[in-house]
């Protein structure tokens, strides 16, 4: 009887169930971090319609490489009267009309889809660096991700590769995408050929990616809301643009001073990585690549000691 009684008066411990899988090693929360700041942006209805525009600007490229191929395709050999202009065979007129274009899938054709996906992949990185980095200094989130068994460094690579991850959907796989089509259009023997464009492709897409990741989560970690980030961006890609433009080409200043222009940098290094062929009238104003290459790496290194001391400086409670 008192046995019983001791056993009811005995209180129930509460137990927490063993981990029963496989402990993995810190390094592994790179993907949940950025597989987190992937979903807050993909929430974003804005996110959505400007990257449907993006989406447009690689149908064009698509589509507009299918037709004209298809067209040359169908096209006879018959020569044909161009009024006062003299005959010509339609097909050397599409493949003209395909040069001037610039979809005949050369080193400009790729150069200038990088080009045009670029513009919407700043605007939306603009609009979306507070999601990414800076809501986490501002409402207290980062202490938390460092208060686990992870180091600052786990941290910035999550962020980075949500980052990164976004401006390759955006950027280097439409450009394989096209790489490919053009191909399977053509010949197999394009792949062969042409293989230099898939390393200027590659090359390309990483030159944005690391440039583009840096900046931005240097600026976001600084600025943290997204209209100083905004205007810090259009300031970055576009006032200092038309600055350079207006020095060189207008006060006839050195061309070295396109080196503030860093879109203008990111576009001349791409331009090497593809092998485009020099235009004298469009490069006598412009600096040497490897100047370029210099002061974006010399601007990435900044933004990375900037993050690293930053992320250092936030209390952690463990």
Not at 136 to 161: A, V
Not at 227 to 242: A, C, D, E
Request: charged share 15%; proline share 5%.
């Amino acid at each position: 009887m008192g046995e019983s009684r001791n056993q009811a008066a005995t209180p129930e411990l509460l137990h927490y169930r063993p981990w029963r899988g496989a402990f993995r090693p810190p390094i592994a929360s790179v993907w949940p971090i950025a597989r987190v700041a992937l979903m807050s942006l993909f929430r974003k209805w804005m996110f959505w319609v400007i990257y449907v525009l993006g989406l447009l600007i690689f149908l064009l490229f698509f589509f507009g490489q299918y037709l004209l191929s298809w067209a040359q395709t169908q096209a006879g050999e018959t020569e044909v009267q161009l009024g006062g202009w003299g005959r010509t065979n339609p097909r050397q007129l599409i493949q003209l009309f395909r040069g001037l274009l610039k979809l005949d899938g050369g080193p400009q054709t790729y150069h200038n889809f990088f080009s045009y996906q670029g513009y919407i992949v700043m605007i939306v990185l603009a609009l979306a660096g507070s999601i990414l980095i800076g809501n986490d200094l501002r409402f207290g989130s980062l202490p938390f991700y460092l208060s686990k068994p992870l180091s600052r460094w786990h941290y910035l690579l999550g962020k980075g590769l949500a980052v990164a991850v976004f401006i390759n959907l955006m950027t280097t796989v439409p450009a394989l995408l096209l790489y490919a089509q053009w191909g399977l259009l053509e010949s197999w023997d394009y792949f062969y050929e042409r293989f230099d464009l898939l390393l200027g492709i590659l090359g390309y897409g990483a030159v944005l990616t690391v440039t583009l990741t840096l900046l931005l989560l240097a600026t976001a970690t600084w600025l943290r809301r997204t209209v100083p980030l905004i205007m810090t961006w259009t300031t970055l890609f576009f006032f200092f643009r038309l600055l350079a433009s207006a020095l060189v080409d207008g006060l006839r200043f050195s061309p070295r001073w396109r080196l503030i222009d860093l879109w203008n940098s990111t576009s001349l290094i791409g331009r090497t990585c593809l092998g485009v062929p020099p235009r004298p009238m469009a490069f006598a104003n412009q600096p040497p690549w490897h100047e370029a290459a210099l002061i974006l790496g010399g601007v990435s290194l900044l933004c990375l000691i900037y993050l690293i001391r930053r992320i250092q400086a936030v209390e952690i409670v463990r």
